[in-house]
Antibody, heavy 124, light 106 residues
Framework: QVQLQESGPGLVKPSGTLSLTCAVSGGSISSSNWWSWVRQPPGKGLEWIGEIYHSGSTNYNPSLKSRVTISVDKSKNQFSLKLSSVTAADTAVYYC?????????????????WGQGTLVTVSS | SSELTQDPAVSVALGQTVRITCQGDSLRSYYASWYQQKPGQAPVLVIYGKNNRPSGIPDRFSGSSSGNTASLTITGAQAEDEADYYCNSRDSSGNRFGGGTKLTVL
C-alpha cells in the first residue's frame, strides 16, 4: 500500500516561494505512475498544479506554469513542489497524489493514492 | 472547451438514485475518474476507466460515458454518500478537475 506524506512550512510570506515535499513509502517513485500536486483553497474545489514522471518529464497547469517547478529525488523516493511569487490566492490545502496512467496517451488515468494534505497560508 | 463542467449541487432522497454529470471536450478522448470528498478529508477515488470501482467502494457507485459527458450514478443513495464529488480527466496540458458537485442526501 503506497503512502504519501506532505511536509513543508505552513506559513509563507507574500511574494515568497512555497516549498513542499512529498515522501513516498510502500512503493517506488520509479514506478510507472505520474506524481502530482493538487491544491484546494478553503471552501473551493480541487485544482491540479502539475506532475512529474521519474524520468524528470513534467506537465504543469497552464495557469500556474510560470511560477511552478516540480522535481523528483529518486534517491530519497520523494518529489517536491516550488511555487514562486505567492499571494493570498495561493492559500490552500496542498495534496500530493499518484496518478496511474493506462496506455501511451493515458486514455485512462486516475489518482489512486493521496497524501493527507497540508494547509499552506500566505500571509505576512 | 478544455474545462470540465459539473452542476454545483444535487440532492437525492435517501435510497433513491442520483446521477452526477461532467461535461467537457477532453472526455471525448479520455476516460473520466470520479472522487468523493468529505469535509476535512482527502479525496477518495470511487470510479475510474470505463466503469471500474476500487476495492472497498460499494457497488451502488457506477460510471458511464457518452460523447463529451461522463456520469457518476449512485443507486440507492445512503446518508454516508453525502459529500462533494469531483470528476477528472487528462487533457492536452496534463490533468483537469471539474468544479465539483455537492451531493445532499435528504
Amino acid at each position: 500500500q503506497v503512502q504519501l506524506q506532505e511536509s513543508g512550512p505552513g506559513l509563507v510570506k507574500p511574494s515568497g516561494t512555497l516549498s513542499l515535499t512529498c515522501a513516498v513509502s510502500g512503493g517506488s517513485i520509479s514506478s510507472s505512475n505520474w506524481w502530482s500536486w493538487v491544491r484546494q483553497p478553503p471552501g473551493k474545489g480541487l485544482e491540479w498544479i502539475g506532475e512529474i514522471y521519474h524520468s524528470g518529464s513534467t506537465n504543469y497547469n497552464p495557469s500556474l506554469k510560470s511560477r511552478v517547478t516540480i522535481s523528483v529525488d529518486k534517491s530519497k523516493n520523494q518529489f517536491s513542489l516550488k511555487l514562486s511569487s505567492v499571494t493570498a490566492a495561493d492559500t490552500a490545502v496542498y495534496y500530493c497524489a499518484s496518478n496511474y496512467c493506462s496506455g501511451g496517451s493515458c486514455y485512462s488515468s486516475y489518482f489512486d493514492y493521496w497524501g493527507q494534505g497540508t494547509l499552506v497560508t500566505v500571509s505576512s | 472547451s478544455s474545462e470540465l463542467t459539473q452542476d454545483p449541487a444535487v440532492s437525492v432522497a435517501l435510497g433513491q438514485t442520483v446521477r452526477i454529470t461532467c461535461q467537457g471536450d477532453s472526455l471525448r478522448s479520455y476516460y473520466a475518474s470520479w472522487y468523493q470528498q468529505k469535509p476535512g478529508q482527502a479525496p477518495v477515488l470511487v470510479i475510474y476507466g470505463k466503469n471500474n470501482r476500487p476495492s472497498g467502494i460499494p457497488d451502488r457507485f457506477s460510471g458511464s460515458s457518452s460523447g463529451n459527458t461522463a456520469s457518476l450514478t449512485i443507486t440507492g443513495a445512503q446518508a454516508e454518500d453525502e459529500a462533494d464529488y469531483y470528476c477528472n480527466s487528462r487533457d492536452s496540458s496534463g490533468n483537469r478537475f471539474g468544479g465539483g458537485t455537492k451531493l445532499t442526501v435528504l
